[in-house]
């Protein structure tokens, strides 16, 4: 049985919460467009500092904005994540765009054709 430390705990929650937010429309700003997804959390051991890895579906125009709209609402956000999850002290947020998705789709398209071009 794996036992999860206190930072783990929190990285799941803050992910939770956050998606939930974003889902829900909670941040009022047009700038954030396409489909988001928090992808993954990382909570420093003192959790004050939190870096959230996000991916948008959609243009780079809409990928930009999303980032510039999250930063924006960084305030918004940690008072949320402080009321929803009762901790003491609202973590520093640090938005960074995940594009492991795209990368990977782009590595299964030149594969299949490299498949392709072997037939």
Same mark, same amino acid.
Not at 96 to 115: A, F, H, P, Q, V
């Given at each position: 049985?794996?036992?999860? !430390?206190?930072?783990? +705990? ?5 992910? +939770? @919460? ?5 889902? +829900? !429309? @909670? =941040? $009022?700003?047009?700038? =954030?467009? #396409? ?13 004050? !500092?939190? $870096? ?5 579906? #959609? ?15 960084? #305030?918004?956000? %940690?008072?949320?994540?402080?009321? %929803? ?11 960074? *765009? ?5 990368? #990977?789709?782009?590595?299964?398209? *030149? ?9």
């Amino acid at each position: 049985m794996k036992s999860y !430390n206190r930072s783990d +705990r929190i990285s799941h929650q803050i992910k +939770r @919460e956050l998606s939930e937010i974003i889902q +829900r !429309n @909670e =941040i $009022k700003d047009d700038r =954030i467009g #396409g489909l988001v997804s928090i992808t993954d959390v990382e909570v420093s051991g003192d959790l004050r !500092n939190v $870096k959230v890895f996000f991916s948008v579906y #959609g243009e780079e125009a809409q990928k930009t904005g999303t980032l510039a709209a999250l930063e924006n609402a960084s #305030g918004f956000l %940690r008072g949320e994540l402080c009321r %929803r999850l009762r901790i003491r002290f609202a973590p520093e947020l640090v938005f960074k *765009l995940d594009d492991s998705l795209e990368r #990977g789709d782009r590595i299964t398209e *030149l594969l299949e054709k490299i498949k392709r071009e072997e037939l």
